[in-house]
């Protein structure tokens, strides 16, 4: 270059190195990158402490449903924890509970509750037998009546639960002067009609009915 600062004939002059976007810089986008991920875990931990466990519960349950509904309950060795049920199932104390929507035979209700890891429901006291009969009440429309299968049967002339419970007479919840034609009707249901939550009553097991099945929570 010449002293007066003008490029010598036939030397191309410096060029100038131009910065586009100097803002997607590889620093600027890990800042950025961090400061999202400490605004989820914060999220995460605001959610816990107003309530809501989908943060935690969605890293502790490692099981097939893809989403869960979680209850807060207490547990005599843990204290405080949430109680957990695959969406679309009730929880009530230490269970989950399925009421379906379609019908099937009793045989198949028993499969199909043991095909999603659960069994017919197997009621064991009254506070239980209450929230089923309060659930079950309100799927009655108009005068349309909704049976629902529990796991109990007729085996060789003696009642069985379906998870080998002993079947204890005064822990029953029979509709007075029920059961009854105990050589065709087998299989018991809660039967809606009844205003009273004393509304077990045995079918033949091939009749078509709604289904109740039962599995535990799971604990977080």
Known sequence: ??????????????????????WLSPWVILVCALVLKAC??????????????SCEVHKALSQGSAEWHCVVGRDEGK???WRCCPLGWEPFQTSCYYFSKDIMNWGNSKRNCTGMGSHLVVINTGTEQDFISNYVKRTVIGIRVENYYIGLALEKGQWHWVDLTPYNKTAVFWIP?????????KCVAVDTSQKENRNWNNFPCISPFHRICETAATNI
């Open 1 to 22: 270059m010449s002293p007066t600062g003008k490029s010598s004939p036939g030397t191309a002059a410096p060029t100038e190195e131009r910065k586009l976007c100097p």
């Open 40 to 53: 989820v875990i914060y999220g995460c931990m605001v959610t816990l402490l107003m309530g809501n466990p």
């Open 79 to 81: 204290g405080r924890v």
């Open 177 to 185: 002067g029920e059961p009854n034609i105990l050589s065709v009707e």
